[in-house]
């Protein structure tokens, strides 16, 4: 059944579990998903990047997720995410997006604020549910690298003017954490997450997830962290598959997608149960 998030996410922040969100970018990734949350009984969020739309399009994003959603036997938020631009995020809005991020956390402060209550505004006449991003998560390598991750942390304080003014239903923090794979074992600030989840009161979001040990997830679960963004692994378990099934012989695209399917299935099911959701449905 297609949801928004904020039901889902409450549901996780009072039963201290977390909510997997995995970008896709083809059918084969969100049926693999959706499939594995049928099967594990586990709300689960998919949905797609602004910087992913040249591997799927928007508009063939939204033909998608958002039948794959309705027909589903488990809750599912279809989301955009890192919405960068206003109309972008529009154009996902008016698709059917039910969940929409509008990544204005480069911008000043005060921009940031603004942009996000009007956001919050516009999607909430629509129950449609809004995540916002304070301090900034940046990558591991490229254009996006930062060369002092800890002075972007989200600020507690800040986190919860932010909350308080904005509106918005989930808050994406920069704890350490960064996209893309990590070189070195990142070092999560846990009394960071646990002090603006008690200043916020918001269900707090992890991007950057994939590459994280099982032990930081648990913890950064235990201590506010409700929806945890999966993609790198997700998309490196789909590549071994297809590798497997070359090796097995298999010479199409047709007798490929059963191998690439199983393996983020398995990348999938590990994670859902890793954030404690399966059997949450």
Sequence with gaps: MLVNMKD????????????????????????????????????????????????????????????MAQKAGVPVCVHFDHGLDFETCMAAFKLGFRSIMYDCSTAPYEENVARLTEMVRICHAEDVTVEGELGNVGDNEGAGKLAAPSDFYTDPDMAADFAARTGIDALAVAVGNAHGDYKF????????????????????????????????????????????NIFTDLNRAGRLGIEEGLRAGAGTIMSLIPYEIAAMKAAAAEKIRLFGSDGKA
Excluded: N, W
């Excluded at 996410?9 to 039963?15: I, N, P, Y």
């Excluded at 969100?21 to 969020?45: H, K, N, Q, Y």
């Design 8 to 67: 889902m996410l409450r549901s996780a922040k009072e039963g201290k579990y977390g909510v997997g969100f995995f970008d896709v970018v083809s059918g084969e990734m969100a049926r693999a998903v959706i499939e594995t949350a049928e099967e594990l009984r586990a709300p689960v969020m998919v949905g797609i990047a602004q910087a992913m739309l040249p591997a799927m399009p928007l508009e063939r994003a939204a033909e998608c997720l958002l039948p």
């Design 185 to 228: 074992p990142p070092k999560l600030d846990f009394e960071r997450i646990r002090r603006i989840a008690e200043l916020t009161q918001l269900p707090l979001v992890l991007h950057g997830g994939s590459g994280l040990a099982d032990g930081d997830f648990r913890r950064a679960v235990s201590e506010g962290i409700c929806k945890v």
